[in-house]
């Protein structure tokens, strides 16, 4: 299984930026799809869900307004749309997939991609 996350960059606050995930070897409709995101020295911390069928979706409080989590069973892509970028959501953002639940606790998930820098000037 491989996550391929791609789109991070350096951006100015108030900005915009996209990361995308792409997926293979798993069947990508039968799974949840997260985005996480862990800047230095601190916890990785849940930012947004979606469900297998891209019905439902989760945000962590901070970015509700701001980030739309999207996908494309067709494509096996996840999204993440961010506007209105703060100085704070510097980190880099990991997508991740779950078999069953669409969940916040990274521990539900089995698939890791590796990563992608976001960073956000004030």
């Known amino acids: 299984v491989q996550l391929q996350a791609s789109g991070g960059g350096l951006v100015q606050a108030g900005g915009s930026l996209r990361v995308s995930c792409a997926a293979s070897g798993l069947t990508f409709n039968d799974y949840a799809m997260g985005w996480f995101r862990q800047a230095p020295r601190k916890e990785r911390e849940f930012v947004a869900a979606?469900?297998?069928?891209?019905?439902?979706?989760y945000y962590t409080d901070s970015v509700k307004g701001r980030f739309t989590i999207s996908r494309d069973n067709t494509k096996k892509t996840v999204s993440l749309q961010m506007n209105s970028l703060k100085p704070e959501d510097t980190s880099v953002y990991y997508c991740?997939?779950?078999?069953?639940?669409?969940?916040?606790?990274?521990?539900?998930?089995?698939?890791w991609g590796q990563g992608t820098q976001v960073t956000v000037s004030s």
């Open positions: 979606i469900s297998y069928s891209g019905r439902s979706t």
């Open positions: 991740a997939a779950s078999f069953g639940a669409t969940s916040q606790a990274p521990e539900d998930y089995e698939y």
